[in-house]
């Protein structure tokens, strides 16, 4: 069994290899250029066991090991940090801390999502940038607007809108196409969402819908990798950060230390569930009073979101969690 630490960049990687049979250690610099590396690695008789630091370039190698049947672990950078004590930091050095934690066994491995999650997440946070963009232009459109004398409560998004809009002097603008471009992403989530059977659960929760029912099924993955609600709100980076020391307890403002889409997607579909779901709404309105709105709407969105976690991990649909709900309050 051969064991190979990698630290991969752009351009080069550094590796560290080492062969359990002989014990003989052997380390390279591979430049990305042609087929060098997939050469490399094809040459490499199994069983190997790579591991690499989690980046953001790291995609085509994760596909190149599932192509050549390779076992690749991603490890967490900051805990591999901390497993090194010195100040000193090189590729080399780098590559050899990879090999020596998988050598040791104290690789610490992330879960990582399929190949078909990683699609369906690109294909939602390629939308998320176009609703962004139209935002701006809308805002942009609406400023124009303004400064030609339209009064500040008239909407240009309806069809007196637009024709108020088409009527002042201005140069043709893309925002109308742009709106299509985003009404054919929508129509394709919709239809991946109808086809998954979790994501469809998730929507019969009210004010979930398309979007955010794919999305909490793909960026959280599999639900048994979390213990409890708080360890998917950490995930998430919904739990506040906290200073704490002796018998005083500080704590501060939300950690964000997850995914910053998924917690937007929570905290907008908890507007529109607080008005649909009774149980949630008198939540909402407890936190309203304890803690203003801002804080009741994070407080809402989490609660929704360990709700979304409990339908994914039991497999249930809103109703039969509303029957469990009462029957655990009888």
């Known amino acids: 069994m051969r064991l190979i630490g990698c630290d991969l960049h752009a351009s080069q990687q550094s590796i560290a290899m080492l062969d359990r049979e002989t014990g003989a250690v052997i380390e390279k610099t591979l430049k990305h250029e042609g087929e060098a590396v997939r050469e490399f690695y094809a040459s490499i008789p199994p069983p190997v066991v790579v591991g690499i630091e989690a980046t953001g370039s790291m995609g085509w190698f994760l596909r190149l090991m599932e192509e050549l049947?390779?076992?690749?672990?991603?490890?967490?950078?900051?805990?591999?940090?901390?497993?090194?004590?010195?100040?000193?930091?090189?590729?080399?050095?780098?590559?050899?801390?990879?090999?020596?934690?998988?050598?040791?066994?104290?690789?610490?491995?992330?879960w990582m999502p399929s190949t078909e999650l990683r699609d369906l997440r690109a294909l939602l946070l390629h939308r998320h940038q176009w609703v962004r963009m139209r935002t701006r232009v809308q805002n942009a459109l609406h400023a124009i607007a303004m400064a030609h004398g339209v009064r500040r409560g008239h909407t240009l998004w309806n069809r007196e809108g637009q024709a108020l809009l088409a009527s002042l002097p201005l140069a043709p603008h893309t925002a109308h196409r742009r709106s299509e471009h985003i009404a054919r992403l929508d129509d394709r989530?919709?239809?991946v969402a109808n086809e998954r059977a979790r994501a469809t659960l998730l929507m019969t929760h009210p004010g979930v819908g398309s979007v955010t029912a794919l999305a909490t099924e793909?960026?959280?993955?599999?639900?048994?990798?979390?213990?409890?609600?708080?360890?998917?709100?950490?995930?998430?980076?919904?739990?506040?950060?906290?200073?704490?020391?002796?018998?005083?307890?500080r704590l501060g403002a939300l950690t964000k230390q997850g995914n910053p889409f998924l917690r937007f997607l929570w905290c907008e579909a908890a507007a529109h569930a607080v008005r649909r779901d009774p149980d949630l709404q008198r939540f909402y309105r407890r936190k309203v009073a304890q803690k203003g709105f801002a804080k009741a709407n994070v407080a809402a969105a989490r609660k929704l979101g360990i709700r979304l976690w409990i339908m994914l991990r039991d497999q249930i649909d809103y109703a039969e969690f509303c029957r469990r709900g009462l029957a655990r309050q009888s």
């Open 69 to 110: 049947a390779i076992e690749c672990r991603v490890g967490h950078p900051v805990a591999i940090r901390k497993a090194e004590a010195r100040r000193q930091k090189h590729d080399r050095r780098d590559a050899a801390l990879l090999l020596r934690l998988l050598a040791e066994d104290r690789f610490p491995t992330i």
């Open 189 to 191: 989530v919709e239809r």
């Open 218 to 249: 793909v960026f959280v993955g599999d639900p048994a990798r979390f213990l409890d609600g708080k360890a998917l709100a950490s995930y998430v980076g919904m739990i506040p950060s906290e200073y704490s020391s002796g018998k005083r307890q």
